[in-house]
């Protein structure tokens, strides 16, 4: 993966929600210019079209755009929102794996980061969004360590949660939204579980739909592979008296499964998340809740 250098240009795409204005992320560009980089906006990124920015084609074609352009050394998603899965059969995956590079976003946007691993091998960073990071002030202290960290090559370790099983294993890390993910489900974009460290997370879901969810990933193909289970905030995410908590819903998930498994993780939709190599070979340590990044 490429390390991020001063003067490096990098280019902003919306391949989600809308934006509108430049001025809804002017604070996220003057950052990333004061890091010593280059923001350039793609062609698309200022495009409306329903709750999406522009229509599928263009969306795509500004990420097709930003990979094949051997200037620009990150892509930075402006927005997540929703429409994420709608680009995927429209994405150049060869072009993506002759010319990796940082893809950097969150919520919606792990619909492409899911695609982009499955079908080019790439390493995302998932936890940073332009719009949403700046909306009500300055950029969270976790946030931005974590992401500094992650483009400049420094990234080691993340440390977060309650032990819920212990043990260790290595694996790729998955961090999702759970619904996303599941909206992958029987597409040729959903993962191959096998070997990976999986975390997710999600916000506004009724704790039954929570429970029916986590069900229907556990009756995946290759989810009995899964080498481990970080389960992160699942944010405002209630129920009625018969649903049961949040914590039922995992203990019957997790009934027969013999694996190392974190709750409470630090991230998911809140203000302060750490910042993830989406795709990086890490080393999971459930007894320390400790995540260590092998390779990215």
Known sequence: MINLKIGDKVA???????????DEIKPAIEYLQ???LQPQLGKHTLDVYR???????????????????????????????????RILPYIDYETVARNPKPFIGFCDNVALMLALHKKSNLISYNGFVMYNDFKDGPLDALIKNDLEKLLFGKATDFKSGTTVHGGTAKGKLLCCNLSVLLRLAGTPYFPDLRDKILLI???????????????QLKQQPTFEKLRGLIFGQFTDCQGDEEDGTLDDCFADFLKGLNLPVVKDFCFGHQKSRHVLPFGAEVLFDADNCRLEILSY
């Open 51 to 85: 709750y999406m920015a522009g229509d599928d084609k263009n969306r795509a074609a500004d990420l097709n755009q930003a990979f094949a352009d051997s200037e620009i050394k990150a892509v930075f998603c402006a927005r997540a929102a929703a429409g994420g899965s």
């Open 34 to 36: 004061s890091l010593g």
């Open 201 to 215: 997370e999600d916000i506004h879901e009724r704790l039954h739909k929570i429970d029916l969810m986590l069900q």
């Open 12 to 22: 902003i795409i919306a391949p989600c929600g809308q934006i509108g204005s430049a």
